[in-house]
C-alpha cells in the first residue's frame, strides 16, 4: 500500500489523494515480498473497528477517529500463549491476525456506496477526501432559504345595500273625525254614501216599529232575502284607521270573505269587500 507523504498514513492501492488530509500521493511501485524467514510471525498489528473513546466505525488502518480525532494505533495487550498448536514451542512472535471483520453498519446508514461530488469515483465510507481527485467530501447542508410571509389580502368591503323608499304614512283621522267614503252594491251597482259628518255609520235594516233606521239601509237591496239585521254593524274611525265592527248580527260581518268576530273591530282600507249576511258591497274610501 502506498504512503502519504504528508501525514504517514497508509492508503489503499490506486488511490491518488490521501483520504485522512488529501494530500496528492506519489506513484509509487509496490515493493516486492521478502522472502518469508521460516517459523517468524510479522508483528502484530494494531485494528480497531470502532473508536475506543466514541464508538464510532474506523476502517483499518486508519491512524486517527473521523469523528472525535483520537489516536487509534494503541494495540491492546496480547493474552497470554498457552503453548498449544506447535510442536516445538510457542513461536517467537504472536501469529499475525486474520483480516479485519465488517465494519457495523449504524441503523439508518443508506445501503448505497457513497460516490465523489466532483469526480463520481466510489468512496469508502467515513472518507474526508475523495482518493481520486482529493475532492472535499463533506459538503456543508444547504441553508433553508427563509421563504417570506404570504400577504393578507385586505378584507372586502361590505355590499352596498340598496336603501328602499318608504312607503308614505296613512293620512291621520283627527280625533272625532267623521266618516267619509260610500258603499257600492255589487249585484245592482247602487252607490249608498255615508252621511256626512258622523262619526260613525250604522249599517242595516230599517224597522220603523221599532224606531231604527241606520245610516246605511239594505232593505232594498236585498236586506230582507240576504239576512241583514237592523241593527247589523257600526263603521267608525279610530286613530288612522277606518273600521268595521260586527254588532252581534244574526248572520255575521264578513271583511274580503273573513268572517268578523262579534265586538272586535278589524280595519279596512279602500277596495275591500263587506258582507253584510248575504249582501255583498265594496266600500270605497272617497
Request: with cysteine; aromatic share 4%.
Amino acid at each position: 500500500m502506498p504512503i502519504c507523504p504528508s501525514c504517514g498514513s497508509q492508503q489503499p492501492d490506486g488511490a491518488a489523494f490521501c483520504d485522512e488530509c488529501g494530500a496528492k500521493l506519489e506513484e509509487i511501485a509496490p515493493a516486492p515480498f521478502p522472502p518469508a524467514a521460516p517459523r517468524a510471525q510479522p508483528p502484530p498489528t494494531a485494528l480497531a473497528t470502532t473508536c475506543p473513546v466514541c464508538g464510532a466505525p474506523v476502517m483499518s488502518g486508519e491512524a486517527f477517529c473521523d469523528s472525535c480525532g483520537a489516536k487509534l494505533d494503541q494495540a491492546p495487550a496480547a493474552p497470554p500463549y498457552s503453548g498449544e498448536g506447535y510442536a516445538d514451542g510457542p513461536p517467537s512472535q504472536p501469529a499475525a491476525p486474520g483480516p479485519p471483520p465488517t465494519p457495523t453498519v449504524l441503523a439508518g446508514t443508506p445501503d448505497a456506496t457513497p460516490v465523489c461530488p466532483n469526480c463520481g469515483a466510489e468512496v469508502e465510507l467515513g472518507s474526508r477526501f475523495c482518493d481520486m481527485c482529493g475532492a472535499p467530501l463533506e459538503a456543508p447542508a444547504p441553508q433553508p432559504t427563509p421563504s417570506a410571509p404570504t400577504p393578507i389580502p385586505p378584507p372586502a368591503p361590505p355590499p352596498a345595500v340598496l336603501s328602499q323608499p318608504t312607503p308614505p304614512p296613512p293620512p291621520a283621522y283627527p280625533s272625532g273625525a267623521t266618516v267619509q267614503g260610500r258603499l257600492v252594491v255589487q249585484s245592482t251597482n247602487s252607490t249608498l254614501p255615508f252621511p256626512p259628518g258622523k262619526t260613525e255609520i250604522i249599517v242595516g235594516r230599517e224597522d220603523p216599529v221599532s224606531g231604527i233606521f241606520p245610516d246605511v239601509d239594505l232593505t232594498d237591496h236585498g236586506g230582507d232575502e240576504g239576512g241583514v239585521s237592523r241593527q247589523h254593524a257600526r263603521i267608525f274611525v279610530e286613530g288612522s284607521q277606518v273600521l268595521v265592527e260586527d254588532l252581534n248580527s244574526t248572520n255575521y260581518t264578513y271583511v274580503n270573505q273573513q268572517k268578523l268576530t262579534p265586538a272586535q273591530p278589524h280595519p279596512v282600507k279602500d277596495g275591500d269587500e263587506l258582507r253584510f249576511g248575504r249582501v255583498k258591497l265594496k266600500y270605497h274610501a272617497i
